[in-house]
């Protein structure tokens, strides 16, 4: 099997391999910045697979929608590849239906994963240019409400950047933690061969 996916899963991704023994599972991933660019990420999965050289039973796409707007799924379509369940990486982790009661409850939630607590700066506060423009920060945020950090890990480090990334917004903040079930059932790979973790309990870890 071939997995492409967005570089803001790498880690999640690889521990997952790892503790399920998916040894059957080549994994490449794009860079996250492309979220900033979503109409080239059709085209960058694209030459990717192409790239790849190998023939494979099978070519799973770790992005949503992403705000390609169809265009992934078209993509998809035609190379007979398929794609994670949902619009983006937050139902993956939260899982589709505990996401839907989330943004039900409050729609003006912005969500972070471990990933983007750890980028926060790089890619919402610089790459919004709110380090050049303040200003921008009620436009870009003035109709949320709060912060919502979908947890991965347990660790308290993330917890207060998250927390500390919601201050700078001027948001409420709220921890939910998912653990990485939610993202392996979306994934829906099959064991390989090395020993299974079928019903392991995944690790919470810094």
Not at 69 to 77: F, I, Y
Not at 150 to 160: G, I, K, N, Y
Not at 176 to 202: C, D, Y
Request: proline share 5%.
């Amino acid at each position: 099997m071939l997995l492409i996916a967005c570089g803001a899963l790498l880690r999640e991704l690889k521990t997952l391999v790892r503790l399920n023994g998916w040894d059957h599972v080549t994994l490449r991933c794009l860079p996250a910045e492309l979220h900033n660019r979503p109409e080239q990420i059709p085209g960058a999965v694209r030459a990717l697979i192409e790239e790849s050289g190998e023939d494979f039973d099978e070519i799973l796409v770790g992005y949503g929608d992403c705000g390609t707007g169809g265009r992934l799924d078209a993509l998809l379509a035609e190379v007979g590849a398929r794609r994670l369940p949902g619009a983006h990486c937050y139902a993956f982790f939260a899982g589709e239906e505990r996401f839907e009661a989330l943004h039900e409850e409050e729609p003006g939630s912005f969500y972070l994963t471990d990933f983007l607590v750890r980028h926060f700066d790089r890619l919402v506060f610089r790459g919004l240019g709110l380090d050049r423009h303040p200003e921008l920060l009620p436009t870009y945020f003035g109709n949320y409400r709060r912060v919502v950090y979908l947890a991965q890990t347990r660790s308290p480090a993330l917890d207060a950047q998250a927390r500390a990334c919601a201050r700078l917004l001027g948001l409420d903040f709220e921890l939910r933690a998912t653990g990485l079930a939610p993202f392996k059932t979306a994934l829906a790979i099959g064991a390989g061969r090395a020993a299974s973790t079928e019903g392991r309990e995944l690790p919470w870890s810094a």
